[in-house]
């Protein structure tokens, strides 16, 4: 199987493209800026929401399903959240089509069908989801509503990307409602926590947990913190984000609760989400020239086996072998694809599943029975040893885990490799623009001074991070004082 794929190194993005679409992850569809993520691209989301899922649910979480459409007005009610979406908005105005009179066999709008009030499609469910708590909150004792949704958002990008910016995406929502600031607040910080643990610990991706400045946090949030990864470009991925919501969407839709001293008060929410831009995300941080590369705890396929032969007998011995193989790793819980196709050749199957990014391949010959052997590559290294019948199990168990381990270890290092610490615009613009990356530098506070650094250099301040110690400085840009570092970097 001829691979031919692009380099990183000759065109990040073409790279990007072509491996998304070449190792069956996903593919552009018939609607414009909408994609069809194949089945190979949906079983490793099934895997990343399962393990999503899980923790949504140890934290006291239960799933519900909202409404895709909301009524104008609701999505109106709070006026940030509103004019922040108002530009990305799809809209139902008909509900009708009829035939054509001036073209036969075509159709068109019924201007007898015009909605009495224009619907909204989703591009985020804040609105309708308060419009519903407040049927749902009278008493103390309603509270806390913590509640998540997996659902099909739709954005009407311009310029849209598989799986990083599509018109339409898959993602969970979260929508709590809490009787206390602290309760909230405490929620907000937990579940940007939840995050963490999925990303670095099941992606295997690093990310830096901070809060986004007033000009970058989500519309209609108070505070909205955040974990950003860096990509093997250099740029920046917004990997997860959970907002402190205050008491505007309360305000906004009226969503009152009777204290225990009986005073009545407004509620406050939180909001939290992550979507499939978490697969680009999985994409851009492991892979490299010769296709995917996936962490174990995340491959539909941890292990397969191939067969190398030259007769039917030969074949079934084998087979024989690797039916064995199967019921003793499916006991550890490692899934196993045994690739009997007689359709392809040996050197075809390992350049297909090199591709999609299998963690471990075990070839199995004639040669390999009499000698009680196998081959053992490992996608992460393109790496072969030779291991005997007696350790398989445990040596490729323990290989996973070495596999899981070693691509964090990996982007943990490229990350530390590209974040520099710069003390002038000068070295602001340079570091940019030659080596990438994170750069941690001062920032006097202003929006103004923020956006003319992402005006000059297309750069943002992607956090303030929870870990940066204070420290006195100045501002790169204004010469102004500045107390602390915040994270700048060119962004997806």
Known sequence: ??????????????????????????????VRGCMVIKPYGYAI????????????????????YFPLFVPKSLF?????????????????THY????????????????????????????????????????????YRDLPILINQWANVVRWEMRTRLFLRTAEFLWQEGHTAHATKEEAIAETKQMQDVYVDVVENIMGIPVIKGYKTETERFAGAD???TIEALMQDGKALQAGTSHFLGQNFAKAFDVKFTNKEGKQEYVWATSWGVS???MGALIMTHSDDNGLVLPPKLAPIQVVIVPIYKNEEQ????????????????????????????????????????LKGVPVRIAIGPKDLENGTFEVARRDLLSKEIVSNDVIINHVENLLNDIQDNLFTKAINHRAEHTTEVNSFEEFKQVLETKGGFLLAHWDGTPETEEKIKDLTKATIRCIPMDQPDEGG??????????????FAKAY
């Open 45 to 64: 989301w099934e895997k990343l929401q399962g393990e999503l899922d899980r923790r949504f649910k140890e934290t006291g979480h239960s799933n519900a």
């Open 315 to 354: 074949l079934q011995q084998i087979g024989d072998k690797a039916d064995e193989l199967i019921a003793e790793f499916k006991k550890k819980g490692i899934s196993v694809k045994y690739d009997d196709r007689d359709t392809q050749k040996p050197g075809f199957k390992f350049a297909e599943w090199e």
């Open 96 to 139: 009708r089509l009829k035939n054509d009179p001036d073209n036969p066999g075509k159709l068109m709008v019924d201007p007898d069908a015009k909605l009495e009030e224009e619907l909204i499609v989703r591009p985020t469910s804040e609105a309708i989801i308060w419009s519903t708590y407040k049927g749902w909150i009278q008493s």
């Open 1 to 30: 199987m001829s691979k031919n794929i692009t380099t990183r190194a000759e065109d990040y993005s073409k790279w990007y493209n072509e491996l998304v679409v070449k190792a069956d992850l996903a593919e552009n569809s018939g």
């Open 276 to 278: 499939t831009r978490l």
């Open 76 to 92: 109106e009610a709070e006026e940030k959240n509103a004019e922040g979406f108002a530009k990305e908005c799809a809209i139902v």
């Open 474 to 487: 100045v501002c790169v840009l204004t010469g102004k004082p500045s107390t602390k570092r915040v994270l």
């Open 223 to 225: 505070d909205t913190y």
